[in-house]
């Protein structure tokens, strides 16, 4: 049994299924859709992410909130009280202040509970990507491996995690600085299709264009044939912005095209999902690089 407790938090976009098998914690974030203020949590249970997608969709306006230090402060110090360590897995520092936020609560902490450990890690990534690097470390936990030698393994690894993207409406990334007006405006009426994807420091830029639906899923499948390791065998993840049929698409083609066996599907949670909207999906593996 692990004398630690390992945290992430909601941008990690895992099942609630999942999060209970691993025993981890998860932290929700804020979101503010149409004036009224939302969780985003594992479970859903205060917003379905297929209305919340029909909400963007139909107009409505989503903004997102990073986690602050109090409420790190909130869920470790019951946790530090108990005797136990922590590590928190945070969401890409290149895309938000979250892990900033953690890092000036463990700070704290350590003054208030000097014998014991708050160890924050930055997996710089984001999404199902970030849910990925949480997945393998948890499993290192039930192995029984210590704190520091999970937390050491994810510095090694995670940029290993390659987490490619494609979007079927620009005017999200548009929105969020990612794309000018033009660029948008023209590609969504020419039909193009970007293929982004996480880099080293943990920002999203844009890699690829392409024509068409199809040609932008067939293009994520075409990444990941380039550098991945073992897709026989390693968890692969895919993310999706209310669009499983998509999702599964990708997924018929990694077992086909690369013999892959052990891949878990969720929804994009609203917090992601509110930058890169209806239709995005998302695929992350283990590769060679990102």
Request: hydrophobic share 40%; glycine share 8%.
């Amino acid at each position: 049994m692990c004398e630690y407790v390992l945290f992430s938090d909601a941008t990690a976009d895992l099942s609630q299924q999942m999060v209970e098998e691993l025993k981890i914690e998860i932290i929700p974030l804020l979101f503010n859709l149409d004036g009224t203020a939302f969780h985003n949590y594992p479970d859903n249970h205060e917003l379905d992410p297929a209305v919340f997608y029909d909400k963007l969709r139909t107009g409505s306006l989503c903004t997102t909130s990073q986690i602050n230090s109090v409420t790190f402060e909130e869920y470790f110090t019951p946790v530090l009280e108990q005797g136990k360590d922590i590590l928190y897995l945070a969401f890409s520092s290149g895309l938000s202040g979250t892990y900033q936020s953690a890092c000036i609560a463990a700070a704290e902490l350590s003054e208030r509970f000097p014998q014991r450990t708050v160890r924050v890690v930055d997996t710089l990534s984001a999404s199902m990507g970030e849910g990925l690097v949480v997945y393998m470390a948890a499993k290192l936990c039930q192995q029984g491996k210590p704190l520091d030698e999970v937390a050491d393994w994810v510095e090694q690894n995670k940029q290993k995690i390659c987490q490619w993207f494609t979007v079927d409406d620009l005017m999200f990334l548009k929105r969020g600085g990612r794309v000018s007006s033009t660029a948008a405006i023209v590609g969504s009426m020419l039909g193009i299709k970007p293929v982004l994807h996480v880099d080293s420091e943990g920002h999203l830029i844009p890699m690829q264009k392409v024509r068409g639906r199809k040609a932008s899923l067939d293009a994520l499948v075409a990444r990941m044939q380039q550098t991945a390791i073992d897709p026989e065998t390693n968890a692969i993840f895919i993310s999706h912005g209310d669009c499983e049929a998509d999702a599964n698409y990708v997924a018929d083609c990694l077992r086909e095209k690369l013999g892959a066996k052990n891949i878990f599907i969720n929804f994009i949670g609203p917090v992601i999902g509110a930058h890169s909207g209806p239709g995005t999906v998302a695929l992350f593996f283990v590769g060679s690089e990102r």
